[in-house]
């Protein structure tokens, strides 16, 4: 890849030079011009790693190179306060563990907006840190016009989540990207993941366990 920058390079460089021997006002003007492309290339040159990994490609690059971008995943709960964030929060963890930062991205929000810009639920926080998750996320709507293009895969945690995600979807491609959370559970055997707001301390707890596992089972997925 290096080389067709390089190639390109030489070019621009050879016609910089035949250039020179025109006019005055002429050789001005392309000078500016080449100046210009001459930075940019070198630019590319130094920072291709990570304009690469970053999902930055030229329009030259080729269709399969663009197939590695990363991947954007959507938890959506009720309020965005409880088990959304939790899954954000354990899916970063396992990202993270993975090495996989630079593959996988992740976010949450809910269907409903009476907690927008709050943080999550003080007791699913306080569950949470004692198995080492940091729920830093803030709650927000979920946008179906930004997040049905921005993400691949918008996870609803019980039926009525999935239900209200199609209702929002616009279309065919907008249906296919939603999933159950619990449909990437591998040991537990549960249709959703309960709401623990107006539950005890158990309530907490079983939501961090299927969690757990759904998120495992995910992650394998996107290992495969």
């Known amino acids: 890849m290096r080389s067709i920058y390089l190639l390109w390079v030489f070019l621009f460089i050879s016609l910089y030079f035949m250039v020179q021997q025109g006019p005055k006002r002429e050789k001005l003007i392309y000078s500016i011009f080449f100046r210009e492309w001459i930075f940019r290339f070198s630019f590319v040159l130094k920072n291709l790693p990570d304009l690469i990994d970053t999902g930055y490609y030229p329009l030259f690059l080729s269709a399969t190179q663009n197939k590695k971008r990363m991947k954007q995943v959507l938890f959506v709960c009720l309020g965005n ?29 809910g269907i409903l907006n009476v907690h ?9 926080d306080q569950f949470a840190q004692k198995r080492g998750y940091h729920l830093t996320s803030i709650s927000r709507p979920v946008d179906p016009h930004r997040d049905f293009d921005r993400f691949d895969y918008i996870i609803g945690m019980d039926r009525e989540n999935i239900r209200d995600l199609q209702a929002m979807a616009r279309n065919k491609n907008d249906r296919k990207k939603i999933f159950r959370m619990t449909d990437f559970c591998m040991n537990h055997k549960t249709e959703s993941v309960p709401d623990p707001y107006f539950g005890g301390d158990a309530g907490f707890e079983l939501v961090l366990d299927v969690l757990e596992d759904a998120c495992a089972g995910l992650m394998r997925k996107f290992q495969k």
């Open 81 to 109: 306060i409880c088990r959304s964030p939790s899954a954000e929060a354990i899916f970063n963890s396992l990202i993270e563990k993975s090495g996989l930062e630079k593959e996988l991205q992740c976010d949450s929000a």
């Open 116 to 124: 927008a810009r709050e943080p999550a639920d003080y007791r699913m």
